[in-house]
Structure formats: structure tokens, C-alpha cells
């Protein structure tokens, strides 16, 4: 008879945040499969848990995701546990599990601390309807080209982002999605947790460098509602309506890029007599 994978989810840096049915199941597994086995270990040591740990990451999961399936189907339990909060959430978690689904072994969640969570419900925006989109692409390029993408999305969008790339993130949201009301948590449940919240031009103006440390939640509230008929009118009267309202010919081409969901280049050529894309 298969054992059981049981999705662990541990501390993202307040230890007490840890649940009672979370320390039960790292004790009664045969096997806990983490990211970096000396943190997972720290973490056990901590609890008096003294159950054998395995790596599993990004580097190994192809060579590693078979010998734990192989061990499930043959009878063992193995808690699956990220380096902090929910297992699978922006890591090689899923495809563990999705092994263990498609062999017919039993999947079991031990919910708890996620980063995305906890940032959206501190954020002050809206929460009934919400899109994680993870980590941007590292590339200038590729990142504004995501960030296109999603500048359409009315629900509230959740990123992650590394600290010595918030800058040029912010910066980027602002120029595609607009000055939009945003929250930047960082160092969540940690001693030195902080939730900025306002405009995104506002949240990177605050930001000296001794507070772009430590892992970073971006919360940006969704695209307004588009006025009547505003990305159905020619590219050119948009734009020269906005300017009739008192936008510089820039931030009217910005705007009626963003109405649009797409990059500015592509007003530029639309102004220029080129189609518009679809």
C-alpha cells in the first residue's frame, strides 16, 4: 500500500507561527523532503523533531522527484516542506505532487503560513478576487513585457520580488500600470516587518537602501475601470482627448497604452499610421 506525501507548510520567520497538526506530522513521517536541509534542520532541531530530512530543489528535483515517488509507492510517509511558508507556491513543490497524483499516491495538505497571504490581508486592498503572478523575469525587457500582460487584470496582483531589483520593479509598474495604490511588505512576521502602503511612485520614493533588505511582497491594486467606450475610440482621438483633459502628449500615450494592455511603442506606431495590434 502507497504512503502518504504530506504538504507541510513552516514558518516564513516567526517560529510561533508553526501549527500544532504541522510538528505532529514532521514527527510521524518517515522522511522530510526540503529545499536547503540545513534550514529544514534548524527548524527541526527548534521543535525536538528529529525525523531525516533529504534535499529537494529547483537543481535536483528531476533526479530526486523519482527515488521519493519510488519510496511513497513502496509504503513510506514524507512531508514535503519549502525553506519558508506553503510548499509549491513559486517553487519545484508541484511537481512532486503532481508526480504523486498522476501514481495514484494520497496528497495530503498541512496548511499554514504563506507570504502571499499574509501580505494581501495587511495590504488594505481589495481581496475578493486576487492574481499571484510569483517573481517577474530578471530581464528589463522581459519583465516589462509581464508586466503588460497583466496590466489589464482587474483583480489585485500579488508579485513576488528580490531587493536589489525592487527599484527597477517599481519603476516599471509605474511607467505600465500607472500610479496605481499598492503595499510593499517586507521581512513579514519578522523583527523588523514592515507594510508600506500608498501610490506606487510614493512606495519607491520611501524606500532607502537600508529598507531594501529581506524578501519582498508586492500587493498593486487592480486596473481601474476603463471609461465608457475609451479602448474602442481610435488610438489618436484617445490620445488627444487626454490631452484636451490636461495630460502632457506623454502621459496621454502612456494611458491609452495601458487602456489598451499594451506597450507604448505600439500607441507610438498607431499614431504613426501603423495598425494597432491586436
Do not use: W
Request: hydrophobic residues 45%; negative net charge.
Amino acid at each position: 500500500m502507497s504512503g502518504t506525501l504530506y504538504v507541510v507548510a513552516t514558518p516564513i520567520g516567526n517560529l510561533e507561527d508553526i501549527t500544532l497538526r504541522a510538528i505532529r506530522t514532521l514527527k510521524e513521517v518517515d522522511l522530510v523532503a526540503c529545499e536547503d536541509t540545513r534550514h529544514t534542520r534548524k527548524l527541526l532541531a527548534h521543535f525536538g523533531i528529529a525525523t531525516p530530512s533529504i534535499s529537494y530543489h529547483d537543481h535536483n528535483a528531476r533526479e530526486r522527484a523519482p527515488e521519493l515517488l519510488d519510496r511513497l509507492e513502496s509504503g513510506a510517509s514524507i512531508a514535503l516542506v519549502s525553506d519558508a511558508g506553503t510548499p509549491a507556491i513559486s517553487d519545484p513543490g508541484y511537481r512532486l505532487i503532481s508526480g504523486a497524483a498522476e501514481r495514484g499516491i494520497a496528497v495530503v495538505p498541512v496548511p499554514g503560513p504563506s507570504a502571499v497571504v499574509a501580505a494581501l490581508s495587511a495590504s488594505g486592498l481589495a481581496t475578493d478576487a486576487f492574481l499571484f503572478a510569483g517573481f517577474l523575469p530578471a530581464r528589463a525587457e522581459a519583465r516589462r513585457e509581464r508586466l503588460v500582460e497583466l496590466a489589464g487584470e482587474r483583480a489585485t496582483v500579488v508579485l513576488y520580488e528580490a531587493p536589489h531589483r525592487i527599484d527597477e520593479t517599481l519603476a516599471d509598474l509605474v511607467d505600465v500600470f500607472g500610479d496605481r495604490p499598492a503595499a510593499l511588505a517586507r521581512e513579514l512576521t519578522k523583527v523588523h516587518e514592515e507594510i508600506v502602503r500608498g501610490p506606487l511612485s510614493q512606495i519607491a520614493a520611501s524606500l532607502a537602501p537600508e529598507r531594501r533588505r529581506g524578501e519582498m511582497v508586492l500587493v498593486v491594486a487592480g486596473a481601474p475601470e476603463r471609461p465608457q467606450g475609451a479602448a474602442d475610440s481610435p488610438v489618436a482621438a484617445r490620445v488627444a482627448e487626454l490631452e484636451a483633459a490636461g495630460l502632457s502628449r506623454m502621459d496621454a500615450i502612456k494611458q491609452t497604452a495601458r487602456e489598451r494592455g499594451v506597450p507604448k511603442r505600439d500607441v507610438y506606431r498607431a499614431l504613426a499610421g501603423e495598425d494597432l495590434p491586436n
